[in-house]
């Protein structure tokens, strides 16, 4: 295939430097027969930083991280981690890449101590270094007192915890987490983010691949949307809403009776294009504008006599990405 | 395209050289310092290893395993029992032959509606080995384990190679267990003790047993690599098993017969009869069971001189004096059987292997 023969790809590399770019990705593509999974990614992800990998089923995320890893092999195009290609090296980058697979599994007769030694042994990590490292891991991600019963009693969200555990058992300095939050309790997904969040912080470079944008947002550093095998928008989370947000916005306003007088003193306001009454809500105004015109429209309506109760952007910031990419392509993805 | 990405086979070529090139006191490059920090381990292990080390704990830790043992142990001790019986009846008249130990294993014939030894061997044997491959991989991708494991930092055929070396291994324990269980009985019953001859040849039996078992292995490693189910996989090992050791006997003979029919007055010397007989012989050496068979019969008997007696004319036998194969004669003639059931093992493990290699790591 079309790698490049690079001497160095078969070294191992040495202590990792913890900034720069950890995973490069140029053109990658992966083609399954006609079906394209990943159609030119480009893609670069640094250390220190969460890069969310955000996108609907389907849409080729794990297809790419499984390139990443090396295994499977991409169609066109070139891949980095840590400068060593995973197509032709790939135990150099599993070496120091840790992953989380979507639906994690564990051996269920194992308990989930043994199931972490036994990824610990994989990475030929010694017994005496092993042991306190896989109590401490299991302290960090709240199953220590589960680490000795067996996997099958776990809840799937334990199950996620153990997944993170074992990720952390190689101390990798780059994290790749397929879908991390999906089998958690709200409380749980704040106490993993927070988690992601300080591996982050200590220098790890976190891939973080998932479809529940709402979820990740908030942790993530700069975020790609990717649907259907493209990547249609990446950035900062402020840089995505500021284009978002370019187009005409939607303002709810529900505000003192009568309707029609609201209504007026809301079209007095510049900027605002069009008032409509809420489909399901009868009492909701849906106001279109050109500009974000909150402020001015608090002001007008209080002034007018009819104190606002309830004032809200529709679709505030990645919202309204999410709509316009997510939802109209939901239907079109078909590998999940 | 087919080919994954952690399966090339030059760079795993050049790694392992250089594993090799470095010895304890050969000259360290950057790449090796390098390593060996990463690895921090005295010693580099190879992925199978582990994976093996692993996998040999679940099975010997097993229900299965238990099971298997103490199933075969019984029906072991039952056979040897029952033989030990009819021998000791004979043995005012078999006093001084040699090899009586061995008959204990391969009286050659059921005794009491209770089959020797061997028998049980050739018909279970597989069930071992189907029990221990048929949910080798597929196991992984139903409880979701592949990917997390291939993520590790291991070569994809490590975890082929892995289980299988663990499935024989348990294999090889049962069975050493087994025989022990049961020559210690014969001994007991007996009182007497195996000739140095007896231990050898009891010993190359047993390495032709872990092959001849290893077979149904392989196969069942290659059931559970090509489909995605452990039930349908355990349900194609179990019937290709039944139609070999059950029916094939059956087809062989009516395939035989209508390819080279015999003529119903025919004597049981006529070159009809025997082209038929040999026609039989050959098609069910397909079988890797009548392979296994015939080089139990030689190897456990030396006074068989060849696999297939009922092909011997009186004109051949007339004259013969009666007397024991020693060991390499014994080998010779079962050689061709022998690295046939080597052979099979080493294809069957060879496709499970290849196509273990190109699939991808999802379903």
Redesign the interface.
Known sequence: MAVAEAPAA?????APPRTGVAIRAKGLTKKYGEFTAVDKLDLAVNHGEIYGLLGPNGAGK?TTI??L???????AGTARVLDVD???????V??Q?????D???????LTGRQNLR??A??????KD?AEPRIDGLLARVGIADAGDKKVDTYSRGMRQRL?LA?VLV?EPSIIILDEPTTAIDPAGVDEVLALVRQLADEGAAILLASHLLHQVQQVCDRVGIFVSGKLVASGTTDKLAAQAGAGPIQIEIIAAPPLDQVRQAVLKVTGVTNVDIDTRDKHMLVVTANRDVRADLARALVEAGHPPYHLRRRGDELDEIYRRYFVANDTAGAMS | MTGQADAIPAARRRKRKNLRAQGPDAPRTQKAAVADATDSGPRFRAGWRIIAAKEFADHVGSWRFAILTIVLALAGAAAVYTTAGAIKDLAPAASGNESIFLLLFAPGQSINNVPPFTSFITFLGPLLGIAFGFDAINGERSEATLPRLLAQPIYRDDVVNGKFVAGLSAIALILATVMFVVSALGVIQLGILPGAQDILRLLVWFILTVAYIGFWLAFALLCSVALRRAATSAMLALGVWLVLSVFFGLIVGVVANFVSPVDPDATAQSTDTIANLTLQDNLSRLSPNELYTEATSIMLNPRLRTVTPDLVTSDQATGTVPGLMSLEQSMLVIWPQFVTIIAGTMIAFGVAYVSFMRQEVRA
């Not at chain 1, 995973?86 to 150099?92: F, I, K």
């Not at chain 1, 890449?97 to 697979?101: D, E, Q, S």
């Open positions: 078969e070294s191992v590399q040495p794990t499984l390139m890893l090396g295994l499977s092999e991409p169609t995973p197509a032709r090296n790939p135990t150099g599993k070496r890449v840790g992953y989380m697979p639906n994690v599994g564990f051996y269920s007769g036994y990824t042994r994989l990475n030929r990590i010694p270094v997944g074992d190689k």
